[in-house]
Every structure is written in structure tokens, then in C-alpha cells.
């Protein structure tokens, strides 16, 4: 008797380097594997890996059927030199990678689909080379998306800098952009961190479809646009690949750290402010002693993730994104004198990480002090807390406008842009969450948005579209292209 062997359909996942990029693929790879039958090779890039990702990547526990292949080191100090920008860096990283990505793609049997991030668009020809569909997982928000998508048309049309418009940005079928709020990678059209964006913006019509780590729970309007306003094609030279939503997809495996646990045991419900600039965000030395002392001021319950001071440079405010966890400095060394001891019993101080996840979920967690990076915007609104935005890069203002202003469930420090926030302005708004009225309402809204979502994740609403594509994907279908303007 003659039986066919069938091998589980497979995916291949790449992520870009940093953090915010490794960690909702590799949610993304668990969930192919646990819930849809697949076998995922998790493909890792080496070359600057921080002392975080390699211990992350070590404590994670992967489902059978999850690989990991640690993809050879490429020689990054050849690559650009010390001062290059995020997204040049990023790409050249994983251009340099590209040899060694085809060779393990190459070497076993053909993966039915290839998945990367943002910055993963210089695949695209490999892809195609090798018969594999190639998607992209967008790792923000459906904001950002929308713009990058209709960047390239803008590149056209407008003259001079954007960051000079003299008002919005519009983007079809979408609330327009503040100059303010434009994402750093635009901010100066002449540099080669503008031309490597425009670079991957302008590809990411070449994907067979684009997954977002979003739900139209959190931005309807956006989806809306993304998924059937015409004149995002009709601006286009190049039809759009169809849209999906499939989050929120979040750390679900979060290492542990018993100390800050049991401190958060012994606090009062919602009574503790969870402070975390993300895995790449640092403050100034300035800024760093004015939050210290509007956290005293406030009186209020909290944790702190603290980083040495970076340099007063712009570029800066990114300073850990590279190597996270690799800081040497003791916090009473860059913090105000006398300042551990004066917060004993009321505050915590960590150095460099904490289980996010863990601590957004404890029931003493009452708000979020967060830099708006795209995952961890996700996991405050899953876990129901509301939040102070203090953006400091990428499109994290972008962001914070969107907590604050659309959604409702962030507050944020006033203060003129790229000036330090002061203290008695730090004490305000912490206040203003953690125990005024303004604070209670925001976490009336956020706790709404979170049943919202728990019930979309309940009845597999947010999944359906992951899981529409993962049978196409295991049908080996040459037609996965999707449906356009399919909704959930
Ligand atoms: N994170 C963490 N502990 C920390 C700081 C960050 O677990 O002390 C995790 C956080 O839960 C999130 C990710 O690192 O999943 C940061 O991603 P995000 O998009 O928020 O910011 P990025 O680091 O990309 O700027």
C-alpha cells in the first residue's frame, strides 16, 4: 500500500534586529506553531544581539515544532560607522545577513510562507527566487503603516520638508498627522535614514500581505481605510497587498524577577506606577534627576527601570536599543544623592529590565509611565492600565497622540518639545493619574478597551484573519493572496 508523507506545513520568521521587533515575532512563531499545526524555523540574527535578547531567547519556552537558527555574526564594526542611524543600521545588519538567510531557507525543504518585520523588505527578491510567499508581520501601529504606505506618494507630491507643512499630514481615509508627531525617520529628507524608510515603505507593496499587531477595537478608522478606501490605491503606482489584523499579540512567557514580585505583593491594588522607557530608551542626566524628584514629590507608589543617563544628543534617546542589559553603572551612581534611601518602602528602582508583562499584569500595577513603544502600548491596554506618555523616538509621539487624543487612556507632561520636563510638571501628572479623577476616568476607559479586546481574543475575532491566511498558507496555495477588503 502506497501512503503519502506529509511533511507540517512550515514557516520561516525573521525578525530585524531589536527587541521590539524579536519579541511580538516570536509571539507570532509560537502561535503558528501551537495553535495552527505548523512548524516555524525562527531565524535569529546575532550580530548585536543584547545581553536581554540572548537571555530572553535562552529562558523562552518554545513549543516542539519551534526551531531556532542562530544566523552566523556578520562584522558590524565594518559595516557603518559608530554615529549611524537606527534604521541604516538595522538594515544593513539584516542586508549583511542575507547570504547566510538564504543558505539555511535554501538547505531545507521549502518553507510555505517567509515572514519578517518592517525592516526585512531587501528579502522580497530571495523570496520570489525561491517560489516562497513572502509577508510582512508590521509590528506597530496601523498609523504608522498607513503612513509608510502612502509615503512613497508624498515623496512625489510634496516639496521640502514634511516636518515644514503648514498643517497636517493627510493620509487617505485616516485622521491626519501633526507635523509634530512625524515619525523621526522623516523629519530630514535629505539624510540616509530617510532614504532607507522611504527604501521599505516604498517595498512593502511587494508583500503577498502585511499582518499588523493590531485590532479594530484600538484603531477602526485606520483598518477601515487600510481596508477599502480607494484612494489609497487609486495614489498609488503599485496596488496595495492586502491588510490584516491580528493583535494584539503580546510577550506571552516573560523570564522572572522574584524581588520586584513580592515588593508588588505587599502594595495596594492599582496603587504602584510602573515606570519603562522600553528595551532602547534613555533619558538625560537632567532629565533623569527631575523624574526622580517628581517622583518623590508625588508621593506616590512606584517602580522604576533605570538606565545610566545617555548623552545630551538627540540620537541618544535610543541609546540601549543595541545592547540592553549591558549597562555597567549602579543607579546611586547617576541618581540624586541620598535618593534610594529617601524612597525605601514607597519606590523601586531596577536596573535595566523587569518582566513588563508581569508587572503590567499585578493587580497592584495602577498606571504606566511608558515611552509609547508600539508592544508596550498593547500590553498596558490588555492588562487595563492607563498610562503616562513620554515619547521619545521613532513614531512614539505618533503614539502618544493617540493614547491621549483618540483613545483616551494617557496623560501626558507639558512641556515644550526637546526641553527637559520639570519636576513640579512630572509630580502633576503623576498625580493626575495614579489619584485624581482625571486618572479614575482614564482607567475606566482603558479597563472598557481591555474587555473589549479580552472578548474579541475570547471568541478568536482578532485571530480569524491569522488563521484565514495560516490555511491558505498550508493549502501550499499559489493563491494566497488574500481577499482585499475582507473583514473580520
Ligand atoms: N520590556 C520588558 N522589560 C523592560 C523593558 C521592556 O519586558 O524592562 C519589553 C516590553 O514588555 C516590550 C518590549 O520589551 O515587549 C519593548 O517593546 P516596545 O515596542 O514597547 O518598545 P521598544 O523597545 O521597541 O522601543
Redesign the pocket.
Known sequence: MHMAITNPPHAAVLASP???HL?PLLELAKRLVTFHDMHVTFLVITTHASAVQSQLLRSSSLPDGLRLHLLPSVDASSLFPRDTTLVVRISTIVRASLPSIRSTIADQPRPSVLIGDIFCTDLFEMAKELSVPMYVFFTASAKLLAFMLHLPTLDEEVEGEYVNLPGPVAIPGCDPIRTADLIDQVRNRKIDEYKCFLHHASRMCMAKGILVNTSDDIEPKTLAALRVDPDFDKLRPTPLPPVYPVGPLI?SD?GDQAEVMTWLDDQPADSVLYI?F????TLSAEQVTELARGLELSQQRFIW?VRPPSSESKAAASGTFFNVGSEHEEPSDFLPDGFLERIKGVGMVVS??????KVLRHASTGGFLT?C?????L?SVVHGVPMIAWPLY?EQRMNATMLVESLGVAARPLSPPGRVVGREEIERVVRMVMEAEEGAQMRCRVEELKQRLSKAIEEKRTSYNLFCEVEKWKMGSKSSLGVKGHSQ
Open positions: 531589536g527587541l521590539g519579541i510577550k516573560d519603562s522600553g528595551s532602547g530608551g527601570v535595566s529590565w523587569v518582566p513588563q508583562v515611552h513603544g508600539w508592544n508596550s502600548i500590553e521613532a
